[in-house]
């Protein structure tokens, strides 16, 4: 039973066929946008059902477990990381294309009509697909994107890592749509969209034999996170492949892709991960001389430099020899599996957060940020075995208690609480130690 006004619930079978866009346009139109059900914050068991999913199935097939902590971590960190400025306001996505559709838009198309729902699916798609150019043949946009495309593995936890900045420039893309497209209408697409590419992040599906000419499938999306020469710039589409077939960037998956960053950044910390390729731009604009040539080093490709084409040059992306090795932790298999013990506290309380921002105090919910960010800082830090990982970790531990202590954090289970500050007492103690031997063995 709908409740107008109210934002509508997503039932099971929804919930997993949202994840490969098979809804129908009966059960995903909405008059209000305030209607609009969060699907994208819905989707976490969705997300971990369908890894543990992938994790079986590679098992089964080769014996072992595929994809490694240190690196699935770092992409699920900059999924949090990317969705935090949500429980603060509108994704800038929706606030431009509202300020849009309420100022100059040119019609009113219904919004259930049938018609509506499967032209936004189109326009959606087609507005993703240049805004995704732009990201990989834009330096600016790129310095965003490129979190998406630095993971060395390739599987679902991938999907997850997004970007921080991206949202600031792809919202453009989606602005000509919202001169006659309800938000409404247009908002259900933009997660579909989104929650669509996530089951593409896989090795675990060789080919869907036709369905390869029409749609974007795990084979063509290997390709475009490919970093050997062959792969560079190709693939963009979000659903739809037909984009890239009609404009020219489509690539068929053909030698073994190696994937990641053609220049790899060998980090798991969170910051590094979303922003230092602004840095690297920063630097490479004040280094480049000429006016033009500096915006140029904004505007055009991240391969271009003085004389060379806008996208640079292909022969200086450096060759692949199928004998990479992915840079990995130092880490202990133990410090790992205290990682994603850690890991796994701070997604119940970010869950939370999302699920009860409305009825939260803005001090709690601002408490509640700075510790997931301090979280996964942490984690990178000991991911990376940086010197300052075990006074991170000591404050974030004492943190932890403190926020329990003044009702900041709240246990889902309350008569769990003991055993919370037990173990958090001895994390504290146990990182307290090390931080002291540390700082006694000098530098
Ligand atoms: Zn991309
Ligand atoms: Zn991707």
Not at 120 to 127: A, E, H, K, P, R
Not at 205 to 223: K, M
Not at 341 to 359: D, G, R
């Amino acid at each position: 039973m709908r409740k107008p006004g109210a934002q509508q619930e997503v039932s099971l079978s929804q919930g997993v066929r949202v994840m490969f866009y098979m809804m129908k346009p009966s059960e995903a139109s909405f008059q209000t946008l305030e209607e609009v059900p969060d699907y994208v914050e819905k989707a976490t068991p969705f997300f971990i059902s369908l890894m543990v999913l992938e994790l079986i199935i590679s098992w089964i097939r080769q014996g072992k477990l595929r994809g490694r902590l240190d690196d699935a971590l770092t992409s699920l960190s900059a999924g949090v990381l990317s969705q935090l400025p949500r429980l603060f306001s509108r994704s800038i996505e929706l606030t431009s294309y509202i300020y849009i559709w309420e100022n100059y838009r040119l019609f009113n198309m219904p919004w259930d009509s049938p018609w509506t729902w499967y032209l936004t699916f189109l326009g959606v798609d087609f507005g993703y697909y240049w805004f995704h150019r732009m990201a990989h043949e834009v330096n600016i946009m790129w310095a965003g994107h490129q979190t998406h495309h630095s993971s060395e593995d390739y599987n679902l936890s991938t999907a997850l890592r997004q970007s921080v900045l991206q949202i600031y420039t792809s919202w453009i893309f989606y602005c000509p749509l919202a001169l006659f497209i309800p938000p409404s209408v247009y908002a259900v697409h933009l997660q579909f969209n989104l929650l669509y590419q996530f089951w593409i992040h896989t090795e675990v599906i060789n080919s869907l034999g036709p369905l390869e000419l029409i749609l974007n499938t795990p084979s063509h999306h290997r390709v475009h996170h490919g970093r050997n020469r062959y792969c560079i710039d190709k693939n963009y589409g979000g659903t739809l492949i037909i984009w890239d077939r009609i404009f020219g960037t489509f690539e068929a998956e053909n030698e073994k892709v190696i994937y990641g960053l053609t220049h790899p950044i060998n980090t798991f910390e969170p910051f590094k991960v979303q922003f230092h390729h602004l840095l690297y731009i920063w630097t490479t604009f004040w280094i480049t001389p000429g006016f033009f040539n500096k915006f140029s080093v904004i505007f055009k490709g991240p391969g271009w430099g003085p004389g060379k084409p806008r996208l640079g040059l292909s022969e200086e992306i450096p060759e692949v020899t199928g004998k990479e090795v992915a840079f990995s932790s130092s880490a202990s298999p133990l410090l790992k599996i205290y990682a994603v013990v850690q890991f796994a506290l701070m997604l119940v309380f970010y869950e939370e957060t999302f699920s009860n921002k409305a009825a939260l105090p803005q001090v709690t919910l601002f408490l509640r940020i700075c510790f997931i960010i301090l979280t996964l800082t942490s984690i990178g830090f000991l991911m990376d075995q940086r010197p300052q990982a075990t006074f991170v970790e000591t404050f974030r531990c004492l943190i932890f208690l403190m926020l329990c202590e003044f009702g900041h954090l709240k246990l889902l289970i309350p008569s769990f609480s003991l055993a919370f500050e037990i173990f958090f007492s001895i994390c504290v103690a146990f990182w307290g130690v090390r931080s002291m031997k540390q700082l006694a063995s000098g530098p």
